[in-house]
């Protein structure tokens, strides 16, 4: 069976975006791939989260991962930081990374550019350390979305370096895992293209019925369709493209056909909306608020997850040290 990672850093909440673009296609994933997903606490540390933060911010997105369907039963649900073999590799890794190569990420540029105070050595290598993630484990197949197309690039590239310099024949390079139709883009509600944390335009997995109304009926809207069967502006394709995710088929149907013909009312169009995301989030909502109170439950999931996280990752680093020159030692 082949193996699938993926992780994703503990910066807050997960929003329509995250779950529909990512965690709905992994639940589909888990039965016929050895899943690995795990949350990248050691990556967060680049943007100087306060050590108080951490372990809350790892524990919400635990909770908001098993309350959208993945199953710390079927797949290895783990936290970076427990696997400490990861951290070993990463310090030999780097020996073997490029400062000119690093430097030319085009993460770490934009990074760099929105925050000039704060260029540290982990930005830098950031790229190696999610390709060490990977590697650890072994993966053959990495779901990533465009921003991260490059890392999965560098990490094939360390993996042939590896290979090279020391004349083996260890790590296979890892593929993008491609959901195909079921990729989607989650538009945002103000007229920008993307749902995004940083966007500031999330409806997320924990927002109360209330919440979410307000943020739907706030929704950019224009001046309706000025002659029948017209093209789509942005700001009306979004509302439809989120309709797609959470509304039936007739509905969508009512609601395309009353744009055809111009009667469409936006406020009615908002409002449906707004019931049929409801009903996606309100129980995910329900089972994160019991599963976040659960600390012993959490605890155990992270604790299964880092010993069978630690199954490869320590048969790597024994085989990586020695590869290196080093002895092999238990841990
Ligand atoms: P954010 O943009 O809020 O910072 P992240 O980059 O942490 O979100 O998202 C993690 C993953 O969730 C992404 O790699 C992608 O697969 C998915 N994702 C996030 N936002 C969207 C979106 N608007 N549409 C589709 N997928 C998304
Ligand atoms: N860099 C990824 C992100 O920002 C998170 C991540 C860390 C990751 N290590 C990984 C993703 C390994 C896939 C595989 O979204």
């Given at each position: 069976m082949q193996t699938v990672l993926s992780g994703i850093r503990p910066t807050g909440d997960l929003h329509l975006g995250n779950y529909f673009g990512a965690l709905r296609n992994f639940v589909r994933l888990q039965n016929d791939y050895n899943c690995f997903f795990f949350v990248a606490d050691y990556h967060s540390l680049t943007t100087h989260p306060h050590p108080a933060d951490i372990q809350n911010n790892v524990r919400k997105i635990l909770s908001q991962y098993i309350a959208s369907g993945l199953d710390p039963e079927k797949s290895t649900i783990?936290?970076?930081?427990?696997?400490v073999e990861t951290a070993e590799f990463y310090m030999l890794m780097n020996m073997n990374a490029y400062i000119g190569e690093l430097e030319r990420v085009v993460s770490f540029k934009e990074k760099a550019r929105q925050n000039p105070d704060n260029v540290n050595a982990g930005l830098l290598t950031y790229a190696v350390l999610m390709a060490c993630d990977i590697l650890i484990q072994r993966a053959d197949l990495v779901p990533v979305g465009k921003d991260q197309e490059q890392h999965l690039e560098m990490t094939c590239k360390f993996a042939r370096r590896f290979n090279n310099i020391y004349g083996v024949e260890y790590f296979k390079e890892p593929k993008a895992f491609s959901f195909g139709d079921h990729l989607v883009k989650v538009p945002g509600l103000?007229?920008?293209?993307k749902m995004g944390k940083s966007e500031g335009n999330g409806i997320y997995l924990i927002d109360s019925d209330k919440d979410i109304r307000k943020k739907v009926m706030k929704a950019v809207t224009d001046?309706?369709?000025?002659?029948?069967?017209s093209e789509k502006p942005e700001v009306i394709q979004n509302l439809f493209t989120l309709m797609e995710l959470v509304s039936d088929k007739s509905t969508i149907e009512h609601f395309e056909a009353a744009w055809n013909d111009c009667s469409i009312r936006y406020g009615d169009m908002k409002k449906q909306l707004a019931e049929d995301i409801i009903k996606v989030v309100t129980p995910i909502r329900e089972r994160i608020n019991d599963i976040y109170n659960d600390t012993e439950y959490l605890d155990r999931v992270a604790k299964m997850g880092a010993e069978k996280a630690r199954v490869n990752a320590q048969k790597t680093i024994q085989d990586v040290r020695e590869i290196f020159g080093f002895r092999r030692i238990h841990y």
């Open positions: 783990y936290i970076q930081s427990d696997l103000d007229g920008s293209g001046l309706g369709p000025q002659a029948p069967n």
